[in-house]
């Protein structure tokens, strides 16, 4: 390589050394502004990239970032219902690209200002709202900030984004009272539900035993009447034997007094008393049934000729 041009390319690097160190070129990174005034009277905004200026003549002043930026404000006030709150608005907003100028030189401390717009604005609007109020209408409140502050930093080179209220912290003794508030409807509800449950079980209930008794009914029917259609033919039976109806209807009596001994016999742990107790006690039972029953149908058929008379 030459011995030349490396000298040439020395005293280049030299020369660049020297003019970066008296400021005649600087470099703005990307979404940033420079400001940049000459004998302290503004001369220029200087944009992204590689930018001159004349040295010990021009300075930079100032440096503003255009990247959107987000302010949190506390802010405690008092509500309708005499409850006092702190609410976190969360600002976001950032410097106008065509109004770096108003933004630098017209506002000393923008968030000391920004500040003082969500205060003034909240304190005017969460006094009109109950506490429930301030949790449903919180983006009425954000809304109403954005309004204020978008009209008031504009003319200062600023643009509101967005407003939000992110917190809504009342007294912790209100939070434990709304929370025994919303415990106490929560068991109420339940109370409810659980009544409506045991209402219509008892309902239910009473239809299904409605239900049974109206089978078990209508069963027993059925019983007795196939029963008394067995009699029937039982007694027609001994009737075409020669047995007459009075007889025929004692002996199915005893024979079903008897029945009803075996059954009993057969179960376990059962007493059986028999009044009386007597060798002749089953005929004279007979005997009582016979006259029985035809004293009842003589007293019938005399009852049907006075009826007839």
């Given at each position: ?51 001159l200026k004349i ?133 109420k509800v339940a ?60 002996l199915i009596v ?56």
């Amino acid at each position: 390589m030459d011995l030349g041009f490396l000298m040439n390319l020395v005293y280049i690097l030299l020369g660049i050394m020297i003019l970066s160190g008296m400021g005649l070129f600087f470099i703005v990174k990307q979404q940033n502004a420079y400001i940049v005034e000459r004998f302290g009277k503004f001369q220029s905004v200087r944009h992204a990239g590689f930018q001159l200026k004349i040295p010990f003549v021009d300075r930079i002043s100032g440096r503003l970032s255009l990247k959107v930026q987000q302010l949190d404000v506390v802010v405690e006030t008092k509500t309708k219902d005499d409850v006092f709150v702190k609410l976190k608005v969360s600002v976001q907003y950032v410097v106008i690209k065509d109004k770096v100028y108003d933004a630098f030189y017209k506002l000393d401390n923008p968030y000391a200002q920004i500040t003082s717009y969500v205060f003034d604005v909240v304190r005017a609007e969460v006094p009109k709202l109950r506490l429930d109020d301030v949790f449903e209408k919180k983006d009425d409140i954000a809304i109403a900030v954005k309004a204020e502050l978008q009209d008031a930093m504009n003319d200062y080179g600023y643009d509101i984004i967005k407003t939000l209220v992110t917190d809504i912290d009342p007294d912790e003794q209100v939070k434990h009272a709304m929370n025994r508030i919303n415990a106490s409807e929560r068991e109420k509800v339940a109370a409810q539900y659980e009544g409506d449950a045991q209402r219509i079980l008892i309902v239910e209930k009473a239809k299904a035993e409605a239900e049974s008794k109206r089978l078990q009914g209508q069963g027993i029917a059925d019983q007795r009447r196939e029963i008394a259609r067995g009699l029937e033919d039982s007694v027609n039976v001994l009737n075409k034997v020669g047995i007459n109806s009075q007889e025929a209807s004692a002996l199915i009596v005893v024979t079903q007094h008897y029945d009803t001994l075996q059954a009993m016999g057969t179960l376990n742990k059962s007493n059986l008393i028999l009044l009386p107790n007597s060798p002749h006690a089953a005929g004279d039972m007979l005997n009582n049934m016979v006259s029985s029953f035809v004293a009842a149908s003589k007293a019938g058929e005399e009852m049907k000729k006075e009826n007839k008379d």
